[in-house]
Protein backbone atom coordinates (compact mmCIF):
# COMPACT_ATOMS: atom_id res chain seq x y z
CA UNK A 1 0.00 0.00 0.00
CA UNK A 2 3.22 2.14 0.76
CA UNK A 3 4.16 2.38 -2.76
CA UNK A 4 0.96 3.98 -3.95
CA UNK A 5 1.72 6.94 -2.23
CA UNK A 6 5.42 7.30 -3.43
CA UNK A 7 6.77 8.38 -7.12
CA UNK A 8 8.54 5.87 -8.61
CA UNK A 9 12.07 6.67 -8.04
CA UNK A 10 11.42 5.65 -4.39
CA UNK A 11 11.97 1.83 -3.56
CA UNK A 12 8.82 0.73 -1.15
CA UNK A 13 8.51 -2.83 0.61
CA UNK A 14 6.02 -3.97 2.86
CA UNK A 15 4.96 -7.14 4.41
CA UNK A 16 1.92 -7.97 6.96
CA UNK A 17 3.66 -10.35 8.43
CA UNK A 18 4.26 -10.35 12.21
CA UNK A 19 7.39 -11.81 12.45
CA UNK A 20 10.42 -13.17 10.26
CA UNK A 21 12.85 -16.14 10.64
CA UNK A 22 15.72 -16.70 12.81
CA UNK A 23 19.04 -14.91 11.71
CA UNK A 24 17.31 -12.37 9.64
CA UNK A 25 18.91 -9.93 11.61
CA UNK A 26 22.64 -8.64 11.43
CA UNK A 27 24.86 -9.66 14.43
CA UNK A 28 24.52 -5.49 15.12
CA UNK A 29 21.25 -5.06 14.99
CA UNK A 30 20.84 -8.33 17.06
CA UNK A 31 22.11 -6.63 20.14
CA UNK A 32 20.15 -3.27 20.14
CA UNK A 33 17.06 -5.44 20.82
CA UNK A 34 18.88 -8.49 22.72
CA UNK A 35 17.11 -7.56 26.28
CA UNK A 36 13.64 -5.99 24.06
CA UNK A 37 10.47 -8.08 24.42
CA UNK A 38 9.14 -10.45 21.85
CA UNK A 39 7.03 -8.07 20.13
CA UNK A 40 9.39 -5.08 19.97
CA UNK A 41 11.89 -7.48 18.26
CA UNK A 42 9.44 -8.74 16.28
CA UNK A 43 8.47 -4.95 14.94
CA UNK A 44 11.85 -4.37 14.72
CA UNK A 45 12.92 -7.34 12.49
CA UNK A 46 10.08 -7.54 9.62
CA UNK A 47 10.63 -3.50 9.22
CA UNK A 48 14.87 -4.40 8.81
CA UNK A 49 13.50 -7.45 6.29
CA UNK A 50 11.47 -4.55 4.26
CA UNK A 51 14.36 -2.02 4.45
CA UNK A 52 16.21 -5.41 3.18
CA UNK A 53 14.04 -5.82 0.11
CA UNK A 54 13.87 -1.33 -0.56
CA UNK A 55 17.82 -1.92 -0.52
CA UNK A 56 17.75 -4.43 -3.49
CA UNK A 57 14.85 -2.35 -5.54
CA UNK A 58 17.85 0.64 -5.59
CA UNK A 59 20.77 -2.12 -6.55
CA UNK A 60 22.31 -1.68 -3.11
CA UNK A 61 23.48 -4.75 -0.87
CA UNK A 62 22.04 -5.68 2.42
CA UNK A 63 23.70 -4.03 5.31
CA UNK A 64 22.26 -3.40 9.15
CA UNK A 65 20.20 -0.38 9.79
CA UNK A 66 21.19 0.79 13.11
CA UNK A 67 19.28 3.50 14.65
CA UNK A 68 20.28 7.13 16.06
CA UNK A 69 18.35 9.47 18.71
CA UNK A 70 14.85 9.25 18.99
CA UNK A 71 15.13 5.05 16.73
CA UNK A 72 16.38 7.23 13.71
CA UNK A 73 17.01 4.76 11.27
CA UNK A 74 20.53 5.07 10.18
CA UNK A 75 21.08 4.99 6.45
CA UNK A 76 23.95 4.20 4.05
CA UNK A 77 25.69 7.17 2.54
CA UNK A 78 24.10 8.76 0.16
CA UNK A 79 20.54 6.91 0.86
CA UNK A 80 17.49 8.59 2.47
CA UNK A 81 14.62 6.41 4.13
CA UNK A 82 11.74 5.70 6.53
CA UNK A 83 10.18 2.45 8.25
CA UNK A 84 7.16 1.71 10.14
CA UNK A 85 5.18 -0.57 11.91
CA UNK A 86 1.92 -1.22 13.13
CA UNK A 87 -0.24 -4.71 13.99
CA UNK A 88 -0.79 -6.25 10.69
CA UNK A 89 1.75 -3.78 8.50
CA UNK A 90 5.10 -2.93 8.43
CA UNK A 91 6.94 -0.98 5.67
CA UNK A 92 9.98 0.39 4.66
CA UNK A 93 10.69 3.42 1.85
CA UNK A 94 14.39 4.19 0.88
CA UNK A 95 16.10 6.82 -2.28
CA UNK A 96 18.91 8.16 -3.29
CA UNK A 97 19.98 11.62 -1.76
CA UNK A 98 20.39 13.09 -5.42
CA UNK A 99 16.56 12.18 -5.66
CA UNK A 100 15.00 13.00 -2.52
CA UNK A 101 16.15 15.18 0.44
CA UNK A 102 13.75 13.33 2.95
CA UNK A 103 10.65 11.30 3.06
CA UNK A 104 8.62 9.99 5.49
CA UNK A 105 6.13 6.93 5.70
CA UNK A 106 3.54 5.20 8.55
CA UNK A 107 1.18 3.10 9.28
CA UNK A 108 -1.14 2.60 12.04
CA UNK A 109 -5.01 0.95 12.29
CA UNK A 110 -7.31 2.13 10.80
CA UNK A 111 -9.12 3.04 14.41
CA UNK A 112 -10.43 5.70 16.92
CA UNK A 113 -7.22 6.90 18.55
CA UNK A 114 -7.43 6.26 22.26
CA UNK A 115 -9.37 8.36 24.86
CA UNK A 116 -7.32 11.51 25.70
CA UNK A 117 -4.93 11.50 22.39
CA UNK A 118 -7.23 13.35 20.04
CA UNK A 119 -6.84 16.54 21.96
CA UNK A 120 -2.97 16.09 22.50
CA UNK A 121 -1.91 15.69 18.85
CA UNK A 122 -4.00 18.02 17.37
CA UNK A 123 -4.95 21.79 17.32
CA UNK A 124 -8.51 23.34 17.55
CA UNK A 125 -8.68 24.58 13.71
CA UNK A 126 -7.78 20.56 12.89
CA UNK A 127 -10.57 19.23 15.38
CA UNK A 128 -12.78 21.64 13.83
CA UNK A 129 -11.75 20.78 9.77
CA UNK A 130 -12.23 16.56 10.63
CA UNK A 131 -14.96 17.25 12.71
CA UNK A 132 -16.10 14.49 15.40
CA UNK A 133 -14.90 11.15 16.42
CA UNK A 134 -16.19 8.45 14.66
CA UNK A 135 -17.36 5.61 16.59
CA UNK A 136 -15.43 2.29 15.91
CA UNK A 137 -17.08 0.01 14.00
CA UNK A 138 -19.04 2.63 12.12
CA UNK A 139 -18.08 2.32 8.83
CA UNK A 140 -16.82 6.03 8.42
CA UNK A 141 -13.35 7.03 8.35
CA UNK A 142 -11.55 7.43 11.63
CA UNK A 143 -9.88 11.14 10.53
CA UNK A 144 -8.19 11.68 14.04
CA UNK A 145 -6.50 8.29 12.92
CA UNK A 146 -5.35 9.00 9.40
CA UNK A 147 -4.46 12.75 11.06
CA UNK A 148 -2.06 11.01 13.83
CA UNK A 149 -0.35 8.93 11.26
CA UNK A 150 0.30 12.28 8.54
CA UNK A 151 1.62 14.44 11.63
CA UNK A 152 4.30 11.29 12.09
CA UNK A 153 5.20 11.05 8.41
CA UNK A 154 5.40 14.91 9.02
CA UNK A 155 8.06 14.53 11.94
CA UNK A 156 9.81 11.59 10.46
CA UNK A 157 10.17 14.28 7.35
CA UNK A 158 11.44 16.95 9.44
CA UNK A 159 13.62 15.48 12.03
CA UNK A 160 16.95 14.24 9.64
CA UNK A 161 17.21 17.02 8.08
CA UNK A 162 16.60 19.57 10.58
CA UNK A 163 18.14 17.88 13.90
CA UNK A 164 15.22 19.64 15.71
CA UNK A 165 12.37 18.16 18.09
CA UNK A 166 8.67 18.68 16.25
CA UNK A 167 5.52 18.55 18.87
CA UNK A 168 2.15 17.47 17.14
CA UNK A 169 1.13 20.56 17.80
CA UNK A 170 4.11 22.24 15.64
CA UNK A 171 2.35 21.44 12.31
CA UNK A 172 -1.26 22.11 10.88
CA UNK A 173 -2.77 19.87 8.60
CA UNK A 174 -5.45 19.95 6.11
CA UNK A 175 -6.74 16.88 4.35
CA UNK A 176 -8.23 16.41 0.96
CA UNK A 177 -10.60 13.32 0.01
CA UNK A 178 -10.74 11.44 -3.23
CA UNK A 179 -12.88 7.95 -3.16
CA UNK A 180 -11.17 5.66 -5.33
CA UNK A 181 -13.45 3.81 -7.79
CA UNK A 182 -14.43 0.45 -6.53
CA UNK A 183 -14.34 -2.46 -8.47
CA UNK A 184 -17.16 -4.59 -9.72
CA UNK A 185 -18.62 -7.62 -7.96
CA UNK A 186 -20.95 -10.48 -8.70
CA UNK A 187 -23.94 -11.72 -6.43
CA UNK A 188 -24.93 -15.09 -6.32
CA UNK A 189 -28.34 -13.08 -7.77
CA UNK A 190 -25.87 -12.90 -11.12
CA UNK A 191 -26.74 -8.73 -10.53
CA UNK A 192 -23.44 -6.45 -10.52
CA UNK A 193 -22.45 -4.21 -6.95
CA UNK A 194 -19.73 -1.75 -6.35
CA UNK A 195 -17.51 -3.50 -3.99
CA UNK A 196 -16.06 -1.54 -0.56
CA UNK A 197 -13.76 1.20 -1.71
CA UNK A 198 -10.82 2.10 -0.14
CA UNK A 199 -10.11 6.19 0.93
CA UNK A 200 -7.36 7.97 -0.23
CA UNK A 201 -5.97 11.59 -0.71
CA UNK A 202 -3.38 14.52 0.01
CA UNK A 203 -2.95 16.92 2.58
CA UNK A 204 -0.67 19.39 3.17
CA UNK A 205 1.28 20.45 6.47
CA UNK A 206 1.43 23.63 7.56
CA UNK A 207 4.47 24.20 10.20
CA UNK A 208 4.68 26.40 12.86
CA UNK A 209 8.14 26.23 13.65
CA UNK A 210 10.26 26.82 10.51
CA UNK A 211 13.69 26.07 9.35
CA UNK A 212 15.93 26.89 5.97
CA UNK A 213 16.57 23.62 5.11
CA UNK A 214 12.91 22.66 4.52
CA UNK A 215 9.86 24.61 3.03
CA UNK A 216 7.12 25.93 5.46
CA UNK A 217 4.79 23.63 3.65
CA UNK A 218 4.95 19.38 3.43
CA UNK A 219 2.84 18.14 1.08
CA UNK A 220 1.93 14.12 1.91
CA UNK A 221 -0.55 11.32 0.88
CA UNK A 222 -2.98 9.11 2.40
CA UNK A 223 -4.83 5.91 2.30
CA UNK A 224 -6.54 3.90 3.98
CA UNK A 225 -7.32 -0.05 2.80
CA UNK A 226 -7.60 -3.19 4.64
CA UNK A 227 -7.97 -1.93 8.30
CA UNK A 228 -4.84 0.38 7.77
CA UNK A 229 -3.63 3.91 7.69
CA UNK A 230 -0.69 4.73 5.28
CA UNK A 231 0.43 8.14 5.26
CA UNK A 232 3.40 9.39 3.72
CA UNK A 233 5.26 12.81 2.99
CA UNK A 234 8.20 13.44 0.71
CA UNK A 235 10.59 16.36 0.01
CA UNK A 236 12.83 16.77 -3.43
CA UNK A 237 16.60 18.75 -2.80
CA UNK A 238 14.56 21.16 -5.83
CA UNK A 239 12.25 22.03 -3.10
CA UNK A 240 12.54 25.71 -3.68
CA UNK A 241 12.03 25.80 -7.59
CA UNK A 242 9.48 22.94 -7.73
CA UNK A 243 7.10 22.73 -4.19
CA UNK A 244 5.84 19.32 -3.47
CA UNK A 245 6.41 15.28 -4.27
Not at 132 to 160: C, I, M, N
Given at each position: ???????????????????????????????????????????????????????????L????????????????????????????????????????????I?????????????????L????E?????????????????????????V??????V???????????????????????D?????????????????????????????????????????????????????W?E????
Amino acid sequence: MIERLLPADVSCAATRAESVPDGTLFPEEEALVAKSVAKRRNDFATARACARRAMAGLGLPPVPVLHGHRGRPLWPEGIVGSLTHCAGYRAAALARARDVLSLGIDAEPHAPLPDGVRELVTLPAERERIGPQAPEGSGELHWDRVLFSAKESVFKTWYPVTGIELDFTQADLTFHRADIAGAADTTDGGETSVAPVAAEGVFTARLLLTDPALPTTLHGRWRVEDGIVATAVLVRPDWRESDGM
